[in-house]
């Protein structure tokens, strides 16, 4: 354990003096499928709550698939999937993005977390209290103003705890990565382990990383919460 | 309709692995969890102390990572056990392997059981006490009380909470072919490597996925209506 940390512990937490890796890569991947995810999200949960079918549908849709296959067969989809293609391989631009572990990978996880986030707010918006809508129709606001000062702001924040649970599930999610080779933490505890034959060393530091993270995460979520939820105290 | 190219049957087979792992990982951490949910609510210390570490550890856990720690040392371990096991016996020399499969349904439990436990410690709270006080006071011995009172009316709370842990197994049996199973998914990589068509064999994959997320979430419908029997709903 002790050699591990040695010889691999610049490489697990940020880099080896040329590339980022580790820590740093792991949370680069959460960061960016979250933004990915949220910005999709917050548009189709809007729509999803729609009355028209055309607008729905096609939502619905989409986070039924995602939700329904687990998210390494989209990753060898988008990963392995879409170069097999013989129109993404003649096409210059699609070549060289899905030709990177990395961007694949990003596309693959921001597109999963958009369907989850995307039904958590959808949730959210149609959890909205009538009184709040009510008074901002009583006020004269138009809908994209309602949408914009009440409807989205108090949404976003009762979906914080279900939201924060997400992303931990994201955290999780990105050890994915390193099938697609990319460096994060789980595959420096693998080359650890293919350097060392010692699984339990190697890995275990890894699982404590994670741990630590998540804990952090959850900390960062739980002071979210009070901040943002204070007036939901009785 | 689909032409799978003569690898149908072992997309077929491939797709019955999965089946059966998912089955037996949610049973394994079906028993894990019951187990873990009493000891949690235990009035032990030591006991309910130790639950909450193995729930800890194992939810702020990446499952992936759990799977390559424990997949790759248990076999060490093992192997280590029967080595002492020789050196104090000399008469016997054995090995224990483990194929991926055991050792797939053995980690998904293991890492699913601390889901479930904090799923049925919920459930099991929320089982009005004065049902378990009258049960006892019948003069029920507390398998009997498990068995009769708490465990059919705790199953409609935690039934919710148990249709999403069993998609969550059956997307996670995915993660069983980086370990060296074929499942599903390694089927269909070996039929889109020999056919080129990575893409198409994937998206079959998939389809297999959504297909039985689907039928389990009928099922699981189903279920929970059965459970909910007795409990008068408000007609509006």
Known sequence: MIYIIQNFGKEFLYSDGYHITGLAMTLWLLVISCAIGFCIALPLAILRNARNPLLWGPVWLYTFVIRGTPLYVQLLIVYTGFYSLDFVRDHVVLADFFKQGLNCTLLAFGLNTGAYTTEIFAGAIRETSFGEVDAAKSLGMSRFTMYRRIIIPSALRRALPVYSNEVILMLHATTLAFTATVPDILKVANDAYSATYNPFASFSTAALIYLCISFVLIFGFRKAEQHFLAFLKP | M???????????????????????????????????????????????????????????????????????????????????????????????????????????????????????????????????????????????????????????????????????????????????????????????????????????????????????????????????????????
Do not use: C, H
Request: positive net charge; proline residues 3%.
């Open chain 2, 2 to 236: 689909l032409d799978l190219a003569g690898y149908g049957p072992q997309i077929f087979a491939g797709t019955v692995t999965t089946v059966e792992l998912s089955l037996l990982s949610l049973a394994v951490s079906f028993l894990l969890g019951l187990l873990g949910a009493s000891a949690k609510l235990s009035k032990n210390r030591i006991i309910s102390g130790a639950a909450t570490v193995y729930t800890t550890i194992i939810r702020g856990v990446p499952d992936l990572v759990l799977m390559l720690l424990i997949f790759y040392s248990l076999q060490i371990w093992i192997n280590d056990a029967t080595d002492y096991l020789d050196n104090i016996q000399n008469s016997i020399d054995f090995e224990v392997s483990l194929d991926p499969f055991t050792s797939g349904v053995i980690t998904l439990g293991f890492i699913y059981g601390a889901y479930f436990t904090e799923t049925f410690r919920g459930a099991f709270l929320a089982v009005p006490r004065g049902q378990l006080e009258a049960a006892r006071s019948f003069g029920m011995r507390p398998m009997l009380v498990f068995r009769r009172i708490l465990f059919p009316q705790m199953m409609r709370y935690a039934l919710p909470g148990l249709a999403n842990n069993w998609q969550v197994i059956l997307k996670a049996t995915a993660l069983v072919s980086l370990i060296g199973l074929t499942d599903v998914i390694k089927a269909a990589q070996n039929a889109g490597e020999g056919t080129f068509r990575t893409f198409y064999f994937m998206s079959v994959a998939g389809l297999v996925y959504l297909f039985l997320t689907t039928i389990s979430n009928g099922v699981l419908l189903l279920l929970e209506r059965k459970y909910a029997v007795g409990v008068r709903k408000a007609v509006m």
